[in-house]
């Protein structure tokens, strides 16, 4: 029934995602669930009225998602952050995709075109809910007609999706290796996590899978007087600032601060540096559409010293339009800004992409 190539391949991938998660976030790894019979995958079809993409009925043959929201609020604040696909966190924003198990997108997925059943929208498509976040709500959709994979905007409503993998490399089930977006794009976000481009991060006392990118050249680096400074963003259609006029994305950033060795001014070592002011430079495409300065950054004004964990915070800015990007500085005082021990000086933070990647996650 299942090419033997595509069994390999999904096989493959499930033993590579659980090794990684077994090595680097276990406490995931648990919220693993067993694949499901060719019964079940069958009584699902029945319920939704349509068929699953081939690709997406083998990984689930493997691996059921992972476990479902429980009727507990207090079970499910505790998983909420283990997504095995994770997200990202700027002021009372909160993503974390959690791979859905089929039962659930069996459930969500009616839930979805009762919903949306008046206004027509979605009546003729073969939409399915395959991950969601635990948090603020952002929902991935595959489409099994197209066999394309979707993330909802803020205007889904009105049936606003946007495609989260290439095209062109989406292959339908009649071919030797068949293809759809959900593989597609779970293949990619193993490489990711294998390659260190996304990596696991805290928040408060918990770990998580932090989707703003750690290497180039989606994540920027540079470094001045010994104060380094590394820079990304991630794409967040879901926000509702991305409602308003002239906002049509909206990108949250992650900056991180740290001295690696020393901080060095003029030949002279410091052994702290304290962060005083910001300015930056927003520009879509050409344009300068916001130059920005202000003291500290989110109220904070962070006091640097050799060899400490990075300082990181995030934020986030609107554009018209993609593509974009940000640049700008930070002002630092050696010693402290109690105490200064020297002139104030800039540190450079690179210019960093703000746009529409290939693959959304």
Not at 101 to 127: A, C, S, W
Not at 266 to 283: E, F, K
Request: with cysteine; hydrophobic share 35%.
């Amino acid at each position: 029934m299942y090419p033997l190539p595509l069994v390999r391949r999904v096989k493959i991938f499930w033993s590579s995602l659980k090794s990684w998660l077994s090595e680097n976030f276990p406490e995931a790894l648990k919220t693993l669930n067993k694949g499901v019979s060719e019964a079940q995958i069958q009584s699902a079809e029945d319920d939704l009225g349509f068929k699953l993409p081939l690709p997406t009925k083998l990984l689930y043959r493997f691996c059921n998602g992972q476990l479902p929201l429980s009727e507990h609020h207090r079970e499910n604040m505790r998983m909420a952050h283990l997504g095995i696909i994770g997200g990202y966190v700027f002021y009372d924003h909160l993503i974390n995709v959690h791979l859905s198990p089929l039962e659930q997108i069996v459930e969500e997925t009616k839930e979805f075109y009762r919903e949306f059943y008046d206004q027509g929208v979605f009546n003729m498509t073969n939409l399915i809910i395959v991950a969601t976040s635990w948090y603020r709500p952002k929902t991935f959709f595959l489409n099994c007609s197209d066999d394309q994979l979707y993330v909802g905007t803020i205007n889904l409503q009105d049936g606003e999706m946007l495609p989260c993998v290439p095209k062109s490399l989406i292959r339908p089930t009649n071919t030797d290796m068949p293809q759809d977006g959900l593989l597609l794009w779970l293949e990619e976000h193993l490489r990711r996590l294998q390659n260190g481009m996304i990596k696991i991060r805290m928040l408060k006392t918990s770990r998580y899978i932090s989707l703003f990118p750690e290497a180039s050249p989606s994540c920027t680096s540079a470094m001045t007087n010994g104060v380094k400074v590394r820079a990304s963003a991630v794409f967040a259609p879901e926000h509702p600032e991305s409602r308003r006029p002239g906002a049509k994305c909206l990108y949250a950033y992650s900056i991180r601060l740290s001295v690696p060795e020393a901080c060095m001014l003029g030949g002279v070592y410091y052994s702290s540096c304290q962060l005083y002011s910001r300015h930056w430079i927003i520009r879509w495409r050409d344009r300068v559409v916001s130059d920005v300065n202000g003291e500290g950054v989110i109220g904070k004004y962070p006091l640097l010293t050799p060899g400490q964990e990075e300082f990181v915070y995030e934020s986030c800015t609107p554009l018209p339009d993609s593509p974009g990007s940000v640049e700008g500085s930070f002002t630092f005082v050696p010693g402290k800004l109690s105490r200064p021990e020297g002139k104030p000086f800039e540190v450079t933070v690179a210019p960093f992409p703000l746009e529409i990647p290939e693959y959304i996650f």
